[in-house]
């Protein structure tokens, strides 16, 4: 039985409300808020994210990962291979991105379930992360919105297994973003709507149907990919849904849309919400549209995680306007007169990749002393070449002292910077982020979390940062 | 162990006019600081045998320092040690002497901070790391905002409420402040109120600008020889009683050991420079110090550090005017980094040269009372492993 085995959710912890948008433009407003990935996030770091919170629950380690999304930092450079770095698998694993379609989420599902079927692969996370930006006054600006989902497909433990797949491709510029423009574009929405996400979808679920001989009321719960809420209300009554009992809300008041992840963010809510023997339908849509058909083991029972989704959805930190257009760097502003840092060392990074991208330190098997970045001479007992790696990025630590620091030439000023003690043993320092400066205590628990640092130069940097632990 | 102590003398020394010097170049610099020391020890350039050249940024060999002065061809060395670099380079000349290579040797120390466009200096953690390539993931803090780490671990070890813990610092700036308005060679030269130091911007807190050293232009060179040849050049030769440096290993980042209220460094450094002069209690025996008050919170530790004040209880003797010029011991008696602001290379020279001129009784209104031993102190690099130097001399030979 080949299926869903874990999933890993990530949301940021910047809402931006739609009125707050309004208010800029002096437009009405869609209403409730959109997720937004901070200064230091993009859907590489939100991927590792919601990686890493699968992983917590996972009792088998992946031997592939494949990331979709439709805003990869690079033209060129697979993401894959750095989340795999970052989440500490090993070398032998197969990594594959699955780019440019708003589907890239479910078609990455469907190569890792093949994969699975085929024996290639026995455990396969398929991360999908998308940070999409509407240009200023669009409706996109409002409708999108930020996140990252990670499901695991393997044979064992599965929650829910994949009964049935049916695909269409469709060729229809519904939306599409050329090199150079970081706003999504589309074209007449009652043109797109009609020939492009109607069309597509009733082909695909009428097709998956027909093909499984189902009905409807087969099942218990329809995840259907949505635009917007009307319109995924208009598709599924003309499907043959029942709106009040099977079909999946979007999460459009606290998320937004969220691209290649919107779809798989509607799978791991109704899988929290699943009963053992449930059928599921799910519906993508991009470029044509995916049919998936899934059915609820009793495994969902035991189900692990959804209290920290709760959590996570509540934690929020309400971001303005002014803030957003900084933040994603729509607005020219003057960089601060301080010192230029240099760009990074490819050779340095290669080098230090183990102790930079998965944090690991070492530990001494003379005197026990863990440290940060790993030495060849022990800090504490001078033993040489002596030491066993230790990684610290799952580590829990506390505050020990930290600094609110209003110079240092960071997007966001005042930037935090904290020295962290790690249960365990380890110290480092490092900046605090999901944290607002009037927050900081000494003593406060924190967790390392994958993020941006900024540099100049053309090289996206990476490292990791504390955050709050609730 | 060998040691040092009395074994070499200052014959001879010059400070420019630090500031923000925009009509004067490195080299106007070395020029006139040099000259003055010369002149001071009345001895000319082609006396010279040896030189040496502190400088972090201004620089990168010696031949930035033998073509302005045109020296003759002579052995002549640049030295970088971060913030400690002024005094390294004295420490260099000074062994030379000590070693029987030369007998008339020059120290200088110069930094031209004002020509970058910036405000500030590079982040100590780029200092001192290879330039030719990084990760590009060394922390990004600003200077105060390090020392900041300080004073936040500080306030809550020791249970000092926040804004009594900022009046406190701000204590410190207004003392440096009313030493160096007596000072025409300060960059500033303006009193403080408490009031105003509190309410200056903050630049992470509880530093605010006015706990902050300024950015400045500046250089200070020494002329030293053997200590049995210094009286042929003047009456009041000043001694080198030791000249201490303790270098870290960065270890206090790397575990869990260190308890950010105190810099090892610093502590190392004046043990073994105690140690050498033959100094029990340095807070009696010493005349005056000039400490690297980079920012008011290491200025209190340094009180801590040095063994002048009991561990977490600086507030009582900034309280009681300890550090002031009328007080116990007088520190930072020319105004300090605070007023000079701090030229790097040159920091570790200038206080030398208060500490000489002070030693000679040459001050002025800022004149302490019978001298006989000073001390200075940096502190280059970070909190958690950095370069410290302690200088301790004295107007007398030690005929014990």
């Keep these: 039985m080949v299926g869903i085995t874990s999933f890993g959710f990530y949301v940021p912890v910047y809402r931006l409300k739609r009125d707050e948008i309004s208010r800029a433009w002096k437009m009405k407003s869609l209403g409730g808020e959109r997720a937004v990935a901070g200064h230091d996030e993009d859907s590489l770091t939100m991927a590792v994210n919601a990686t890493l919170d699968g992983m917590k629950v996972s009792q088998k380690q992946a031997d592939g990962l494949f990331f979709a999304s439709t805003t990869s930092p690079y033209k060129e450079k697979q993401v894959a291979a750095m989340i795999a770095a970052a989440v500490d698998l090993p070398e032998n694993t197969r990594t594959a991105d ?82 150079g423009n970081p706003f999504v574009q589309s074209w007449e929405e009652r043109f797109i709507l009609t020939e492009g996400y109607v069309n597509s979808m009733q082909k695909v679920v009428s097709g998956v149907l027909e093909k499984y001989k189902l009905t409807p009321k087969a099942f218990a719960k329809v995840i259907l990919y949505g635009p917007d809420g009307r319109s995924q209300a208009n598709l599924a009554r003309r499907l043959g849904f029942d709106l009040q009992t099977q079909v999946e809300d979007l999460p459009f ?94 050779t340095c990074l290669w080098r230090e990749r183990k102790s930079v991208l998965a944090l690991y330190g070492n530990k001494c098997n003379q005197c026990g002393t863990v440290q940060y970045p790993p030495q060849r001479i022990c800090a504490k007992c001078q033993g040489k070449d002596d030491f066993e790696a230790y990684k610290l990025s799952n580590k829990e630590g506390k505050i020990f002292t930290y600094a609110i620091d209003s110079l240092t030439a960071s997007r966001e000023v005042p930037a935090i910077f904290g020295v962290v003690d790690f249960e365990g043993g380890g110290r480092v320092m490092c900046e605090v982020t999901e944290c607002e400066p009037s927050q900081m205590k000494i003593g406060m628990p924190v967790e390392m979390c994958f993020r941006k640092v900024s540099r100049k130069g053309t090289i996206p940097n990476y490292f990791w940062k504390a955050r709050p632990r609730s | 162990m060998g040691t040092i102590k009395d074994k070499v003398a200052i014959i001879g020394m010059g400070c420019t006019k630090f500031g923000e010097l925009w009509d004067k170049s490195v080299n106007d610099l070395i020029i006139d600081a040099t000259f003055e020391a010369c002149e001071d020890a009345g001895v000319e350039l082609k006396d010279v045998e040896a030189a040496w050249l502190g400088t972090v940024f201004s620089g990168h060999t010696a031949l930035s320092l033998s073509p302005p002065l045109k020296l003759q ?47 500030g200096v590079q982040p100590t953690n780029v200092v001192g790391r290879s330039t030719m390539g990084t990760t590009g993931t060394e922390m990004e803090l600003s200077p105060p905002a390090m020392f900041s780490l300080l004073a936040m671990r500080y306030f809550h070890q020791y249970q000092l409420d926040p804004e009594e813990g900022k009046r406190l610092l701000a204590e410190i700036a207004v003392k440096n402040h009313r030493h160096g308005s007596l000072n025409p060679r300060a960059h500033f030269q303006n009193e403080l109120t408490v009031e105003q130091v509190l309410k200056a911007p903050i630049v992470a807190w509880p530093l605010g600008v ?129 007023c000079f602001g701090h030229p790097l290379g040159a920091s570790g020279l200038r206080m030398q040269y208060e500490v000489y001129k002070q030693l000679q009784e040459k001050s002025g209104p800022r004149q302490v009372k019978n001298p006989r031993l000073g001390l200075t102190h940096n502190l280059g690099g970070n909190i958690w492993g950095g370069v410290a130097c302690v200088s301790i001399t004295g107007n007398e030979i030690d005929r014990k």
């Excluded at chain 2, 029987?100 to 200088?108: F, K, M, S, Y």
């Excluded at chain 2, 073994?272 to 000039?290: T, V």
């Excluded at chain 2, 550090?305 to 008696?333: C, M, Q, Y």
Aim: glycine share 8%; proline share 3%.
């Design chain 1, 98 to 179: 699955f780019m440019d379609s708003v589907r890239s989420g479910t078609i990455a599902l469907n190569s890792a379930i093949d994969a699975v079927k085929s024996g290639s692969s026995e455990s396969v996370i398929v991360a999908a992360s998308d940070s999409r930006m509407g240009a200023g006054k669009s409706q996109f600006e409002q409708l999108f919105g930020d996140g990252a989902v990670a499901l695991t497909i393997g044979s064992s433990e599965v929650i829910a297994s994949i009964e049935g797949s049916y695909s269409v491709y469709s060729e229809l510029y519904d939306t599409w973003r050329l090199e």
């Design chain 2, 73 to 119: 061809y002579i052995p002549v060395t640049r030295v970088e040690n971060m913030c400690a670099t002024g005094t390294e380079a004295l420490r260099a000349a000074a062994y030379a002497v000590a070693a029987g290579a030369c007998d008339i040797a020059l120290a200088v120390g110069v930094e031209k901070l004002k020509d970058t466009g910036w405000t």
């Design chain 1, 253 to 346: 008041q606290s998320i937004g849309h969220a691209g290649t992840a919107a779809l798989p963010t509607m799978i791991v809510s109704a899988l929290c919400n699943a009963r053992d023997g449930d059928k599921i339908l799910v519906a993508n849509y991009g470029d044509g549209g995916d049919a998936l058909i899934l059915q609820v083991t009793k495994n969902v029972e035991k189900l692990q995680g959804k209290e920290k989704i709760k959590e996570r959805l509540a934690r929020k930190i309400y971001i303005d306007y002014e803030r957003y257009l900084n933040w994603r760097d729509l607005v020219p502003s003057e960089e601060a007169r301080r010192p230029e840092f240099r760009p990074p060392s490819i």
């Design chain 2, 210 to 338: 006015l706990d902050c050293c300024g950015v400045s232009d500046g250089a200070a060179a020494a002329i030293v020889t053997r200590s049995d040849l210094a009286r042929k050049f003047r009456d009041d030769p000043i001694y080198i009683k030791s000249l201490a440096v303790s270098v870290g290993s960065r270890l206090d980042l790397m575990t869990q050991d260190y308890d950010f209220v105190h810099v090892e460094e610093n502590l190392r450094a004046a043990q073994m420079a105690y140690a050498e002069a033959g100094i029990k209690n340095p807070r009696s025996e010493l005349s005056l110090a000039e400490v690297h008050d980079c920012f008011t919170v290491h200025e209190m530790v340094i009180y801590e550090d040095l063994g002048w004040s009991k561990r977490g209880r600086a507030k009582e003797d900034i309280e009681n005017g300890t550090f002031t010029l009328k007080g116990e011991l007088p520190v930072n008696t020319d105004g300090g980094l605070k």
